[in-house]
């Protein structure tokens, strides 16, 4: 074992270290913010764009029967408009020959217009009641139903019953139908329906109260005499003969402008139109009733007498436009307008984001799946080629090589890796690279190497510089033509180096990346990254190789040609993922770089959340950065292109554009299961999952590895996976936003020893 003074490398001082730092930790802190509002934001786009179709709990009709013992008479046989006055509910009925045509379930997209147009062609007012999320979807059809002077009333926000709804319930879903029709036409109603109704003598002791309280807070409540049946379908026709009043009774007509398939009706309107008016009657609307009823009252006149006057001022006034507001209408000011208006702004982000989000969601779920089916194809082909009898490399590698082991406050793991390099098969050169440790690392190892009867140890200290400074001192210091490269928290099996270093019996390749292994796995967070190593890493690189552009030699074991090491300029400081970067640097020199799965490392992985966030956090910038470092591979030729055509658009799909965007699978999944189908959403879950422990369970039958770890995998995808995306979306944050991070050290335990074996 020799020692050797430190080296006069870039030297920086502690303090300006420690400032960086903490300026770099400074800058990151608005990005989490960012990242965080983003996911907040599209987390209440969700919610929204599902809350618009689905209230979540209480969407049903109440049952029919129920008593209505509490109900006044007068009101149960009185006509179908209930209004309050000084606490007292009075009905008012439509005059004889009078028609007040309603239309329920709106605004739909397809239908309302082509009822507005027939509206408009024969004259006719008309009373929609709308349901509020509707409205806050399709704002501009609600202004040109309004514009063309018919009249509004609310239908709830959500279409609930509201006869069993909670106080706070039914006053959020009239406030917020308020406020989207503020935002769509500038207007407010006091005119209601309730979703289910039908004739005054359908209420009952549980709605009756939802009447009261709404008729005392100022709505007027509006029923039906005639029911069109329309959404039963039953054909033109009938709902012309059903929506038609014995005699010459005045009614308040039910039709449906949404809800379903409503060609009959825009069929039957113009017939229907057209026969009551043949017959002498005269439409008008809700509104229209109940003025003519106050003008008979007034006059002391009979009902009958001037409704169709009433009715023909307001058919003419809504024709001429001179007065946008009907009776029944307010027109919204202040706070109620503003508000309306960004409801249905925010209603129009979620309108035009879902829809996209569900496109990316195709896209991504179609390259998961791809890549599935990739790696499975490819890692079986990858297999039984390198496990035929026949298969070598060449000649066998027996020359030592050289083993150098940048170190950095590695006082736990140091002894440990010496230990497993001890009884290595193969001849080797230890080159430990102390970069400015400020625990005895250095010490540490010369102990363990005089302990061990390690000759062949060399322990070189420089000042702190960065673990490619250190891999660069120990490359220059080499002796032999090829280097491995490993960390000081890795440990070798007794037949890895001789295992990494075969593949260079074929003079074309440069590089071999080994095969890591996560030692402590005894954890629930061990067994996670044990999951992910073995499925997302290792059979990766078995596609990777077979395609002839493996993207990254991992840190903990690596092994180069070191002339080819020199030629590309060594270990790049440029980015914070040197394996990655000197990877890609070794295909545009045109050096090959294999996979080695048989050269097992068993590394620490980080033991806590925080230390693999930041961790995952500088792998995937590093990668990123690494990327545009060699854009240009894109255009090379060569075994450069090939990567830049191969290789790099395979990395950016699999490694960074599906795992952003992976999340809208669990997004989606959570919304269908909130607001469409529980359990179609769940057994489609369950199907992604079951697909994903069988590319697994191969994954961990080709590394001989045991299964139990597998019943960990439904919580890694519920827990672990979602950090990992969170890790990723902030990581594309920081390069979007131009940040630069340094290397940070993972605190260390030691825990991992030498392996027994070739697996456990």
């Not at 959020?172 to 769509?184: D, K, N, S, V, W």
């Not at 001849?427 to 005089?450: F, H, K, L, W, Y």
Request: hydrophobic share 40%.
């Amino acid at each position: 074992m020799t020692t050797t003074t430190p080296s006069r490398g870039r030297r920086r001082a502690p303090s300006r270290i420690d400032r960086a730092r903490g300026r770099a930790a400074a800058l990151q802190k608005p990005r989490v913010i960012l990242a965080l509002l983003l996911l907040l934001g599209l987390t209440s786009v969700m919610l929204l764009d599902g809350y618009l179709r689905a209230e979540v709990g209480g969407d049903q009709r109440v049952r029919d029967g129920a008593s209505s013992s509490k109900v006044p008479d007068e009101i149960i046989n009185g006509g179908p408009i209930i209004s309050f006055r000084g606490g007292r509910a009075t009905t008012t009925s439509v005059p004889s020959k009078t028609i007040a045509l309603t239309f329920d379930d709106g605004p739909n997209p397809t239908y309302t217009p082509q009822v507005l147009k027939i509206l408009e062609k024969y004259d006719v007012p008309a009373t929609f009641f709308v349901v509020g999320s509707m409205v806050s979807r399709y704002p501009g059809i609600v202004k040109d139903m309004v514009d063309q002077g018919n009249e509004v009333g609310i239908h709830t926000f959500t279409h609930v019953d509201l006869s069993y709804q909670s106080d706070t319930r039914i006053r959020r879903e009239m406030t917020q139908t308020q406020l989207a029709l503020a935002g769509a036409a500038g207007i407010t109603t006091t005119l209601f329906r309730a979703p289910y109704s039908s004739e005054t003598d359908a209420i009952d002791n549980y709605s009756w109260p939802v009447y009261k309280k709404l008729g005392e807070e100022g709505y007027t409540s509006v029923f039906v005499d005639t029911d069109s049946d329309d959404w039963k379908k039953p054909g033109v026709s009938k709902i012309v003969k059903w929506a038609t009043p014995s005699g010459t009774s005045g009614a308040a007509v039910l039709m449906h402008d949404a809800g379903g398939d409503r060609e009959q009706t825009i069929e039957a309107l113009p017939e229907y139109i057209e026969k009551m008016r043949a017959k002498g009657y005269t439409f008008t609307t809700v509104s229209g009733v109940v003025a003519a009823q106050n003008a008979a009252a007034g006059a002391g006149q009979q009902a009958n007498a001037p409704a169709g006057a009433a009715g023909g001022q307001l058919q003419g006034g809504a024709r001429t436009g001179t007065d946008r507001l009907q009776a029944a209408h307010r027109e919204a000011t202040g706070a109620t307008l503003y508000e309306g208006k960004a409801l249905v702004m925010a209603v129009a982000v979620a309108e035009y984001t879902v829809p996209t989000l569900s496109a990316g969601l195709v896209v991504v779920g179609v390259a998961v799946m791809g890549r599935f089916g990739m790696m499975l194809i490819l890692a079986r082909r990858h297999y039984r080629q390198r496990n035929r009898r026949r298969f070598n490399w060449g000649p066998t590698v027996t020359r030592p090589v050289t083993v150098i082991v940048p170190a950095y406050n590695e006082k736990e793991c140091i002894a440990n890796t010496l230990e497993s390099l001890a009884r290595s098969t193969h001849p080797i050169e230890v080159i430990v690279v102390d970069d400015g440790s400020s625990d005895g690392t250095s010490q540490i190892a010369r102990a363990a190497a005089e302990r061990l009867g390690m000759t062949n140890v060399r322990v070189v200290r420089q000042e702190n510089a960065g673990k490619p400074a250190a891999l660069n001192h120990g490359v220059r210091s080499a002796s032999h033509d090829i280097v491995v490269m490993m960390d000081g928290d890795t440990v070798f099996e007794p037949d890895t180096v001789r295992q990494l270093v075969q593949p260079f019996a074929d003079p074309e390749v440069g590089a071999v990346a080994g095969n890591a292994k996560v030692g402590n796995r005894n954890t629930v967070i061990g067994a996670w990254q044990h999951i992910e190593y073995v499925m997302g890493f290792n059979l990766d690189r078995r596609m990777y190789d077979l395609l002839r552009c493996m993207p990254t030699i991992p840190g903990a074991i690596g092994a180069f040609r070191r002339e080819a090491v020199l030629q590309v300029g060594g270990m790049s400081e440029d980015t914070l993922a040197e394996d990655t970067d000197i990877t890609i640097a070794m295909h545009r020199a045109g050096r090959r770089v294999v996979y080695q799965e048989h050269a097992r490392a068993w590394t620490e992985a980080p033991g806590s959340l925080k230390q693999l966030w930041s961790q995952r956090y500088r792998w995937s910038y590093g990668t990123m950065q690494a990327l545009w470092k060699h854009r240009k591979s894109l255009t090379d030729k060569g075994p450069s292109g090939r990567f830049g055509r191969v290789g790099m658009p395979l990395v950016v799909i699999f490694q960074i554009l599906t795992p952003v965007f992976a999340p809208l699978i669990d997004v989606f999944t959570a919304y269908s299961m909130i607001f469409i189908d529980f359990r179609a959403a769940l057994c489609a879950w369950l199907a992604v999952l079951g697909i994903q422990l069988v590319c697994a369970a191969y994954a961990f039958r080709l590394d001989k590895e045991r299964y139990r770890y597998l019943l960990m995998m439904p919580l890694q995808q519920l827990a672990y996976r979602q950090m990992m995306y969170l890790v990723l979306i902030h990581s594309c944050i920081t390069a979007l936003t131009g940040g630069r991070l340094r290397w940070q050290k993972l605190k260390r335990t030691g825990e991992v020893g030498t392996p027994a074996g070739a697996g456990r």
